[in-house]
């Protein structure tokens, strides 16, 4: 049996046994859920909430929060650092997707988006993580074409009484065979009844990873690196240090001030599918919240600012020297300050209105410094110069409560988006040509965007409900789509945001991205929610101006990158300048939920899967989108007994054979891998035991992208056609106490 059969296989199995959601449908709220301090917000059935609980069984197996949504339906991610990889949702991923971390809207800073949003919270400090589909409410965000994500740390606690001190913390440690990878976290809090001080920090560190076979052979085409073996997967050692302290005082019984204070240091995290490594990365985040509940209604505010320097340079696994050239030092600082104001108001016992608005100020500078030799010197090579990115956001909400049956939600969202950058400088006289063509372009740019939301929900009885939503989402172009802007193969190599090997260039005219949505969910359930749950979803986007790709041309001499050449190879690496085309992307999500059984000996038993399938089509050229993920499942079945639980994870992945040729991208085969967990918790301390892919089955995931890992990287002798695999076999054990 192959893969390449899996909607035969897995269909049957899901309405055998009927499985699942992640989560117990218990932990899934269709009522108006309260996701921020004082703002109900209403929440599409078809979305998913991990609580604690669901994040806590997650901690010893993974260092990276995304990776914390895989399970969830629909969701996977993109391969990258050990502690940085990126999500995506229903075909849509990274700048794509708004992603809030405590109400801040983050950016990444980098040529390569090695520090995306999620990557600055350690899953330690993750307390709960909504997630929401692209028709989803404009009050949670635009600058987005796809779904929402939020990332919250945990809220603060107060005594109940002026006498009363809470004191209360948690230490944790793990260790993952596979690399080698240990970490381990505090927390620590102290509270009375109106003020709350708490410390969360945390650490991990990992060697590379083996994969489940060889997948190349042994050794090193970096002359002055050192030989890995042939089953090594090059470049995914990784070091994080995350610390945060966060202050609240309760100003009346209904008003909150919380002040949120964050620092990163990243010494070195790996990248297996960029040129280059991430060798610092250094931020600091401060963010001050008020919420207030009012007669009228309530109000939240968030004001913070983050500051982020970040290196790249070649690790440990790929060349160092190229001729006179000391490598090829490249730095980022990167200034976000945002302001958001957000206030609900009941009009009557029917209607809600939320109204609010939003300020985002963004600067980016990306600067090369010299290190040598013909290419590399003598003069600083300006890739992004003072880049700037602002937004003005406001938007207006109406939400109806018709009858206990029905229940709207309209709302409309308006964006100025306005972006310039400096004038640039190559490293010498060879890049001038492209440099003097950048800089006397018309850099100044403002976008005007509209979002619009309409959902609908019908709920008949209390075993169903049905909703429909349609969503206008827009998104602007990001400062290195537009403004990177070299034609220099060397130079457009360093400037990869998905991570396929090929090189880009920007372009300055790119207009905003505009997605049309559609949405349809229905959800079946027993009337208690304990029992079974089958939720449903297929939707469809049409994108005009989607950003995607095409391969560059013209150009002579150091600009041979985009040579003739470059349109028709196969069977390499290419080079590609951002384009807009018009694209649709469709597909549908099923997760279904059962319990099985319930007796003395062996505790409740349960069974639970997700299915999702997604396909994206350039409609300009017929050509499939990039990195798109093929149809996969996932089989759980779990047991628990008192304070133990168990479970079985079989995840399947079909083949991955519909690939965009314009960037030559790389097909990957199905695969099928187990997984086994274990855990048991005492009256302070919990202990869990796990194995990941079980088998130690070789495979490479199909969001892994190009294997450059390790060898001469900066040039075009990296061999084309192998991807990065996948993990082999990875005992781990966790060991928290509670204090």
């Known amino acids: 049996m192959t893969t390449k059969y899996l909607p035969l296989v897995i269909i049957p199995g899901v309405l055998a046994c009927g499985a699942a959601m992640a989560e117990h449908p218990h932990d899934h709220d269709d009522s108006l859920s309260k996701i921020l301090v004082t703002a109900p917000v209403t929440t599409p059935v078809a979305n998913a909430h991990l609580g604690p ?114 004191q209360k913390g948690e230490i944790s440690t793990y260790y993952r065979s596979n690399g080698d990878a240990r970490g381990g976290s505090l927390s620590a809090s102290i509270a009375n009844d109106r003020f709350s001080f708490r410390y969360d920090g945390s650490t991990s560190k990992a060697n590379n990873y083996d994969a489940g076979d060889s997948f190349k052979a042994a050794g090193n085409d970096a002359v002055d690196r050192g030989a890995l073996d042939a089953d090594e997967v090059g470049s995914t050692a990784y070091e994080t240090r995350n610390h945060a302290v966060d202050l609240a005082y309760k100003l009346t019984d209904k008003q909150l ?48 600012h983050e500051k982020t320097h970040h290196k790249m340079q070649f690790g440990d696994d790929k060349q160092f020297l190229y001729g006179t050239a000391q490598g090829m030092p490249m730095e980022t600082e990167g200034e976000n300050t945002g302001l958001s104001v957000k206030t609900e108001i009941p009009v009557n016992e029917r209607d809600l209105i939320r109204v609010g608005a939003d300020i985002q100020r963004y600067r980016l500078d990306d600067f090369w410094e010299a290190s040598g030799g013909m290419m590399m010197a003598p003069d600083t090579f300006l890739n992004i110069n003072n880049g700037e990115r602002d937004r003005y956001g406001v938007y207006g909400e109406w939400e109806a409560a018709w009858t206990d049956k029905w229940l709207t939600l309209a709302g409309i969202r308006h964006e100025t988006v306005k972006m310039d ?40 009885n209390l075993t169903e409900s049905y909703e429909f939503g349609y969503a206008r989402k827009t998104r602007s172009p990001n400062l290195y789509e537009r403004f990177a802007w070299s034609r220099n193969g060397m130079a457009m190599r360093m400037v990869n945001l998905v991570g396929d090997g090929n ?19 229905a959800n079946w359930h027993d009337a208690a929610k304990q029992d079974w749950q089958v939720t449903l979803t297929p939707y469809f986007s049409y994108v005009d101006n989607f950003i995607d790709a095409t391969r560059c041309a013209g150009g002579m001499g150091m600009m041979a990158a985009c040579s003739a050449g470059n349109l028709t190879v196969q069977d390499s690496f290419v080079n590609l300048q951002y384009d807009n085309v018009s694209a649709r992307i469709f597909g549908a ?101 796990g194995i990941e892919n079980l088998l130690d089955k070789g495979y490479s995931h199909p969001l892994s992208g190009a294997y450059v890992g390790q060898g001469a990287t900066m040039g075009t002798a990296i061999p084309w056609g192998v991807t990065v695999p996948g993990m082999g076999r990875s005992i781990y054990a966790g060991l928290s106490y509670s204090f």
Not at 612 to 632: A, I, K
């Open 503 to 521: 090189g880009y260039v920007g372009n300055v005219e790119l207009d905003p991205e505009v997605a049309h949505t559609i949405s349809f969910t």
């Open 589 to 689: 999500d099923l997760a279904v939920y059962k319990h099985l059984f319930h007796n003395s000996f062996l505790g409740r038993v349960d069974g639970s899967a997700t299915l999702s399938f997604v396909r994206g089509e350039n409609r300009d050229s017929g050509d499939d989108l990039y990195n798109m993920m093929p149809m996969n499942a996932r089989f759980t079945l779990a047991q628990s007994k008192n304070k133990w639980r168990n479970s079985f994870e079989w995840e399947l992945v079909d083949a991955k054979d519909r690939v965009n040729n314009e960037r030559n991208e790389i097909e990957t085969a199905g695969y099928g891998l187990l997984h086994f967990r274990t855990s048991y918790e005492f009256d302070n301390a919990r202990i869990e035991v």
């Open 257 to 304: 001030l919380q002040l949120k204070l964050a620092h990163q240091d990243i010494p070195y995290q790996a990248w297996p599918n960029q040129r280059m490594d991430m060798v610092e990365n250094r931020s600091n985040q401060v963010n001050l919240i008020y919420s207030g509940e009012f007669d009228w209604g309530s109000i939240e505010t968030n004001l913070f």
């Open 421 to 460: 950058a400096d004038e640039v400088q190559g490293y010498n006289a060879m890049y001038a040509a492209d440099a003097d063509a950048f800089n006397n372009a018309d850099r100044s740019q403002t976008d005007h965007n509209i979002d619009l939301t309409l959902l609908a929900r019908y709920t008949p």
């Open 53 to 166: 609980d669901a994040i806590r069984d997650k901690r010893a197996q993974t260092s990276d929060t995304a990776s914390l949504l895989e399970g969830v339906a629909g969701m996977s991610v993109y391969q990258g650092g050990g502690a940085a990889s990126l999500p995506f949702m229903r075909g849509f991923a990274d700048d794509r997707l708004r992603v809030k971390v405590d109400g801040m809207d983050l950016i990444s800073a980098c040529a390569n988006h090695m520090n995306p949003p999620l990557s600055y919270i350690s899953p330690s400090r993750v307390e709960d993580i909504q997630v929401y589909s692209a028709v989803a409410p404009v009050s949670l965000g635009g600058d987005s074409i796809g779904g929402t994500i939020i990332a919250n740390s945990a809220k603060p606690e107060f005594a109940n009484s002026p006498d009363e001190v809470i």
